[in-house]
């Protein structure tokens, strides 16, 4: 049975950084000020102990940002019933992403309304890195997970390294989002084209192929307004080369080779025309795209099945396929992560031990991550997991019967580490601009990067 | 020799078409708007696109109205932004009669104040007015969800410009003579003189709060009580946009504004052209 911890935990000061070289810019002073007000704000919350249910009905205050996990943790009850001494029932509060975290922050430091529980969207986690917010304001799973043998040797460092700030877990991830490629298996194999290419470079060659011969692109980037989708585009292919935006101590890590070789891939394809520009994963123009049969071939997290083709282009099911992405000839992982939705409990409240105890019974058991799987599509955080045999039959009907874990099972133990930043917002900034530059052709690509580098080292004065 | 053009003539079909073409580009979001509303979600950006919906369908707004709580959202709005909107500008209109026509100590230094509090975008003070609301036993989001809209500066300040234009000293001095009280005054002779200007005023108020996003986003945890922009915004988020209902909700959304501004249009373009034509 998981038991959480009673204990408090103390507050300690973060470990001062060295001091930076450059005087702080205006930007970084402004954000510091209103840091250390939200940090001396929250102060309170922090230190007002209560006394924790152990025991008997509680009413969870969820907070979320789509209604489908707001279904699955209402499914969840009765096996949290089942598995706790608590009799659970919740209550839903549901708004955009980024507005949670400005919600949960200004009710923090209200003192009063903040919820029990809530969903922290991947790009919206970062604002909750800053100072000591997260950890005045979350549990430290830390201690949960080490109380259960074996679990924390068997979640994926992959989900828990972006959730995860001095060795602290704050947030329980909801998915595995495996980066993969979705292609039109009909049009592959109308035009025969390889499904599995073993490199980009050999994916490079077949795609200009299949662009100059039938006008279609094999993949997609993002070149609108949503800087978030910018960056994404090239991230995963970034993360996959080996390069990553961030150390684990939050120290950017953009200027790299491996950076100026991801984004030279991305500008090699949209000029030849195997990559096509679209405004947004999601929006109009995709959607047309994909029913024109223009753009054949996507790649994205596994989730985007779910939320990009299924309900845009339902009268493609059985026509679209999974792979296992091409590795870069000269290094770096199988595949990268891209997303996810990591859920935190609010520390020091009557209900935190009874949150904490829900959010494990529906997330980190065995039964609840493949019931995620089937309710929501979303892979499991456990490693063990993917190893159970109802999971491995399943098929996907999408997917022309395809089955999906015999895709995701190879990836897997070659997922990298993602980490995020509090200054991410600032980041995403000026490596899209920067990326939008390359692509156009104003810069090259090491220019454009080291570019976003030195804007970003400017504008966070660090 | 040919005979010469005749500007006049050409003058009125070139205005036309002009006027013509910017009415399509200002309808032409609208108009797919509503034409999306009764498309089905993977029908929406078909390919080629159609403004005729085909087949069309209501059950987004069916679904709206069945599965989702709209009916609470709107209601919430209408009767929130219908509140915020009486009491403000009953509001305004009494401190910019106060402003224009009263002489008291500090007047200078509180009128530039208030001015000065226009500079002040409203996500600054927003967690400050929120923790003051709470720790004053005011939260209770009936009343929060008013508050910042009853005595809006940029009211206060067209009220008090135009009773300075529009209401001579010499009607009040009259009233007083014949033993009118200072309220009275105001609501017997000022208030009816503002008409035009309360209607601006008004629309815009109304428009203000109906549209509210952060303010109710920040206030509302029971999403029983969210307002429309609150509500609308929980079927649209990233990856999983629900353009067939937030399309339908969109077109319900912007009735009330469209009814508001139907009603109240005579006195929106008197109450915005006050000044504009010298006398």
Same mark, same amino acid.
Request: glycine share 14%.
């Given at each position: 049975m998981f038991t959480p911890s009673r204990h408090l935990h103390l507050y300690r000061p973060p470990t001062p950084r060295s001091p930076s070289p450059r005087p702080p810019s205006r930007r970084a002073l402004l954000r510091g000020a209103a840091g250390l007000g939200v940090t001396a704000a929250l102060a309170a919350c922090g230190q007002g102990a209560t006394t924790p249910r152990t025991s008997g009905d509680v009413t969870l205050a969820l907070w979320t940002h789509d209604q489908n996990y707001e279904k699955f943790f209402t499914r969840s009850i009765p096996a949290a019933d089942r598995l706790t001494d608590f009799a659970y029932r919740l209550s839903t509060t549901l708004a955009g992403a980024p507005d949670l975290v400005t919600k949960l922050l200004a009710q923090a430091v209200a003192e009063r309304g903040v919820p029990d529980m809530v969903g922290f969207e991947m790009s919206a986690f970062p604002r909750m890195l800053r100072g000591d917010i997260a950890e005045r /304001? /979350?549990? @430290?799973f830390g201690e949960d997970v080490a109380k259960v043998p074996g679990l924390k040797e068997d979640l994926l460092p992959a989900r828990t390294a972006p959730f995860s700030k001095d060795g602290k877990l704050y947030g329980l991830d909801s998915d595995t989002p495996l980066v993969v490629h979705y292609y039109r298996r009909d049009l592959f194999e109308k035009y025969g /084209? =390889?499904?599995?290419? @073993?490199?980009w470079e050999e994916f490079a060659k077949f795609g200009e192929r299949a662009h100059r011969k039938h006008d279609v692109a094999l993949n997609a980037v993002v070149t609108g307004p949503d800087v978030n989708q910018v960056v994404q585009s090239f991230q995963m292919l970034f993360n996959q080369r080996g &390069? &990553?935006?961030? @150390?684990k101590d939050q120290n950017l890590t953009l200027d790299s080779p491996e950076a100026a070789e991801a984004l030279e891939f991305i500008c090699r394809g949209l000029r030849a025309g195997f990559i096509t520009p679209v405004s947004d994963y999601f929006g109009g123009p995709m959607q047309a795209a994909l029913k024109q049969g223009k753009v054949i071939g996507v790649l994205m997290a596994t989730w985007f099945k779910i939320y990009g083709l299924m309900p845009n282009v =339902?009268?493609?099911? &059985?026509?679209w396929g999974m792979a296992a992405p091409p590795r870069f000839s000269a290094g770096g992982h199988a595949t990268s992560t891209s997303g996810g939705t990591g859920f935190g409990v609010l520390r020091d409240k009557p209900n935190s031990r009874a949150a904490a105890e829900f959010l494990h019974s529906a997330y980190l058991t065995h039964e609840a991550q493949v019931r995620r799987f089937h309710e929501l599509g979303y892979l499991p955080t456990r490693a063990s997991v993917y190893k159970d045999k109802a999971l491995l039959r399943t098929t996907d009907a999408y997917l022309g019967g395809q089955r999906p874990f015999d895709v995701y099972t190879a990836l897997l133990d070659d997922a990298p580490r993602v980490y995020v930043s509090p200054d991410q917002s600032i980041l995403n900034d000026v490596l899209a601009g920067c990326l939008l530059s390359a692509y156009r052709g104003d810069l090259t690509p090491r220019a454009a990067i080291r570019k976003a580098a030195a804007d970003f080292r400017d504008q966070a004065g660090r | 020799m040919s005979a010469p053009v005749n500007v006049t003539v050409l003058r009125r079909p070139l205005l036309y078409t002009t006027l013509g073409v910017l009415l399509l580009a200002f309808t032409a979001p609208l108009l797919w708007a509503v034409s999306g509303s009764f498309k089905r979600r993977g029908d929406i950006f078909g390919y080629p696109p159609k403004l005729i919906p085909s087949p069309a369908t209501l059950a987004n707004f069916r679904s709206l109205l069945t599965e989702q709580p709209f009916g609470r959202w709107f209601l919430m709005s209408a009767v929130v932004a219908l509140l915020a909107t009486v009491v403000s500008v009953f509001v305004c209109a009494l401190a910019g009669y106060g402003f224009a026509k009263f002489r008291f100590a500090g007047k200078r230094f509180l009128f530039g104040v208030m001015f000065s509090s226009l500079s002040i975008p409203f996500a600054v003070i927003l967690v400050p007015l929120f923790v003051i609301l709470v720790k004053t036993g005011l939260g209770s989001p009936w009343f929060a969800l008013i508050v910042p809209w009853v005595a809006p500066a940029f009211g206060i300040f067209m009220m008090q410009q135009y009773i300075v234009q529009s209401v001579p000293d010499e009607i009040l001095e009259a009233a007083r003579i014949d033993g009118a009280s200072e309220f009275g005054i105001f609501r017997r002779v000022v208030l009816p003189l503002l008409r035009p200007s309360l209607g601006a005023l008004g629309v815009w108020q109304f428009l203000q709060s109906y549209n509210s996003f952060l303010w109710p986003l920040v206030l509302v945890s029971d999403s029983s009580q969210y307002t429309l922009p609150l509500g609308l915004q929980t079927l649209f988020r990233a990856e999983n946009r629900q353009y067939d209902l937030v399309l339908a909700g969109s077109v319900l959304a912007v009735l009330p504004a469209v009814l508001v501004f139907v009603l109240l249009r005579k006195q929106l373009l008197e109450g915005l052209s006050t000044g504009a034509v010298k006398g």
């Open positions: /304001l /979350l549990r @430290d /084209l =390889p499904v599995a290419a @073993d490199t &390069g &990553g935006l961030f @150390d =339902p009268e493609q099911k &059985g026509r | -």
